[in-house]
């Protein structure tokens, strides 16, 4: 039975994530390109947040400093109050693995591996014996519907069926946290509610989540909209959440 | 650590990439498998032509010096310059016992004689030697025997003579085994004919031979003989040999050890290494060729592994996103590239040894074969495979630690 969350941001909640003054800028040639410009950004338990901007302006930037991914320059940057500064590369691989979840707009799923394979590598990295791993996987591609499809390689998949295993495979090793860049930007709308509706439905579950999108529509089915522009957030607003489920 | 070495899981991801990227994998096994064969085919190649050589020439041909005794050119102990020196076969036992690294000392007489049978006649050169001469220059016998030591304890009157003594001496296909011929007016049997082989070509032919103890009685020698032939054990050089030898003999006969006329000497190593220098040129060769094929090899396999690893960056780096460390992609990355080398050397030594027995079939058969016992030793199979499987573990870390040394969403962004 799914408890529908009355609101996570009213009851005492914790800080998922916590940004001050982020700063990051890319060099290019001697000069360098300041991309973000002193970020700060709180996200709760819970929140489920469309990141929103021009091209550009460092949505991805961000996701990927949040994700681990990349570095800031300078900053304050603690998630699930851990302060992220100078991580070993195998710290944050740990955080990775146990905290994130990461869905990449090009899907990026390991072409010579099944469905099922893709979603259990999370779970090898943790060091879970392959039955279980098997088992989990299996019970994720059934939550994004994808039991018949788990033999089947990425390349005999449709694009929204590609974008269901990586949805599985992100949860598979119960993150915290899921960061989505862009994940609807390369399906078409009817494809893009029905993968709305399972990250809406996990963010009833009670995932934190934080995407990237350029769509109005997308955005409008998070919880809040925040926007950047010039390296700083403009605007930042909660708004009433879009049930993808009437489209689908 | 080594626990991950017997984990199902480990190999499943070895053989999954491996298996699934089949181009990759081929390429690399192709490398290191004809870097192996090409080794093992030459050394063994190579191996086959100096045993075929060993067994023409022996120690005989590499390893052997002629000493012959003149006359003194330096005054010493009251003798003046000039005197007539002889080697004698007391020298030979003190030359055997003092002189580290002699295989043989063979002493031999030789003299020129008219050998005649029925009206036919000719002018030869007729030898008196001891059997082991068959040891140290084997001598290869198309009918009978060679001279024995019943021959030598009973001085008898036998020859062996060359195939060229018998066709000036016989009519064709008459047997000439247990006739007599006449050398220098003296009937002897004849008991053996040999051929003459490549060997043959260094110093004067050899036409008759006849026993040493009869050579000394009927010419009247006494203690005293022509020319001594040693033969070094092959861990020994040849030259130091002589050089001992020749000091040994002027301390013996009292010449002044810096008499350079007094004992000549001939060194057929050195002839032999002149005249047969592409032996050598061979093993140069033979290591040229295996050695640049091996760094050839690793260059490929070097290069297929860099291809690999930019074609996989982008896999890598959503592994790291997935949640691996670097030592785990590494890890599996240095697996993949030792497991590759392991099996493909393994292919090519069996390859390369089913060449080998190919070209032991083919040119390895019958006497005068081309190749005898073409073959690699263990160690050199060892070393090769032990080279393949350092040299893939090195290639191996070079494209992993250039995975795992970027940040994880450079990794990513690769195309
Ligand atoms: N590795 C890099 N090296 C140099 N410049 C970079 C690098 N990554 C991003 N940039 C630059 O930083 C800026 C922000 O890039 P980012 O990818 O964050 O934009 P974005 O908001 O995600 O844009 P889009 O909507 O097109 O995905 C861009 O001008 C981009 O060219
Ligand atoms: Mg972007």
């Known amino acids: ?248 | 650590m080594f626990k991950f070495i017997f984990d199902k899981d480990t190999w499943q991801e070895v053989f999954d990439s491996l298996s699934k990227n089949k181009l990759r994998t081929i390429l690399t096994m192709v490398g290191v498998w004809w870097g192996i064969l090409l080794l093992v085919g030459l050394l063994g190649a190579a191996r086959g032509l100096e045993n075929s050589f060993n067994r023409m020439f022996g120690d005989f041909a590499t390893n052997s010096v002629f000493i012959w005794a003149g006359n003194t050119s330096k005054p010493f102990k009251g003798f003046q310059e000039g005197k007539r020196l002889r080697l004698k076969l007391s020298d030979v036992a003190k030359l055997e016992d003092n002189i580290e690294g002699i295989e043989f000392a063979v002493a031999r007489n030789m003299n020129q004689g008219l050998v005649v049978r029925d009206f036919l006649s000719a002018n030869l050169n007729v030898l008196g030697d001891f059997p082991v001469l068959d040891k140290v220059k084997k001598r290869n016998l198309v009918a009978g025997r060679f001279i024995n030591q019943n021959d030598i304890d009973n001085h008898k009157k036998v020859t062996v003579i060359s195939e060229d003594t018998y066709k000036q001496l016989y009519e064709k296909e008459e047997e000439a085994i247990g006739t007599y011929i006449q050398i220098n007016s003296i009937n002897y049997l004849v008991v053996g004919i040999y051929q003459k082989g490549m060997i043959d070509n260094f110093g004067p032919s050899e036409d008759v031979y006849i026993p040493f103890s009869t050579f000394q009685q009927v010419y009247n020698q006494g203690d005293k003989f022509g020319f001594l032939m040693i033969t070094g054990k092959p861990e020994y050089k040849i030259g130091q040999i002589e050089q001992d030898a020749k000091l040994l003999l002027k301390n013996l006969n009292e010449v002044h050890p810096e008499d350079n006329q007094a004992f000549g000497g001939f060194n057929l190593g050195k002839e032999f290494a002149k005249r047969y220098n592409f032996l050598t040129g061979m093993q140069f060769l033979t290591w040229f060729v295996g050695i640049a094929t091996l760094i050839a090899g690793v260059f490929a396999i070097g290069n297929i592994l860099l291809i690999t690893v930019k074609e996989r960056t982008k896999e890598i780096g959503v592994r790291r996103a997935l949640g691996a460390t670097p030592f785990e992609i590494q890890r599996q990355i240095i697996v993949e590239a030792v497991f590759l080398t392991i099996v493909a050397g393994m292919f090519g030594v069996i390859i390369g040894g089913w060449i080998l027995i190919a070209l032991d079939h083919f040119l390895g058969q019958g006497e005068d074969a081309i190749l005898v016992n073409a073959s690699v030793s263990i160690l050199v199979l060892f070393i090769a495979m032990v080279v393949s499987v350092v040299l893939g573990t090195l290639i191996g870390l070079i494209p992993a630690f250039k995975a795992t040394s970027v940040k994880p969403i450079d990794a990513l962004r690769e195309e």
């Not at chain 1, 991914?69 to 991580?87: T, V």
């Not at chain 1, 788990?150 to 069926?161: R, Y």
């Not at chain 1, 598979?172 to 078409?188: H, Q, S, V």
């Open chain 1, 1 to 248: 039975m799914i408890v529908k969350p009355i609101s996570y941001n009213d009851i005492n909640v914790n800080k998922m994530l916590e940004i001050r003054n982020l700063h990051k800028s890319y060099p290019i040639g001697d000069s360098s390109l300041h991309v973000l410009k002193g970020i700060n950004l709180t996200v709760e338990d819970g929140e489920m947040v469309a990141i929103m901007g021009s091209s550009g302006s460092g949505k991805s930037t961000l996701l990927n400093i949040i994700g681990m991914l990349d570095e800031a320059d300078s900053g304050e940057y603690i998630l699930d109050g851990l302060p992220i500064k100078n991580l070993t590369e195998k710290k944050a691989a740990l955080y990775r693995n146990k905290f994130l979840g990461f869905i990449f707009q090009s899907f990026n799923l390991i072409n010579y591996k099944t469905a099922l394979e893709n979603v259990a590598l999370p779970l090898y990295y943790q060091g879970m014996s392959r039955k279980e791993r098997q088992e989990l996987a299996m019970f994720h591609l059934g939550k994004v519907g994808l039991t018949e499809w788990s033999h089947h390689l990425p390349k005999e998949l449709s694009g929204g069926q590609k974008q269901r295993v990586a949805i599985a495979r992100a949860l598979a090793a119960n993150p915290k946290l899921l960061l989505a860049d862009e994940p609807t930007g390369a399906l078409d709308s009817g494809t893009s509610y029905e993968i709305m509706k399972f990250i809406q439905d996990l963010n009833d579950e009670g995932k934190t989540i934080l995407m990237v999108t350029h769509e109005e529509d997308i955005a409008n089915m998070c919880k809040r909209i925040v926007r950047l522009r010039d390296g700083v957030i403009m605007e930042d607003t909660k708004i009433t959440q879009v049930r993808a489920q009437q489209y689908v």
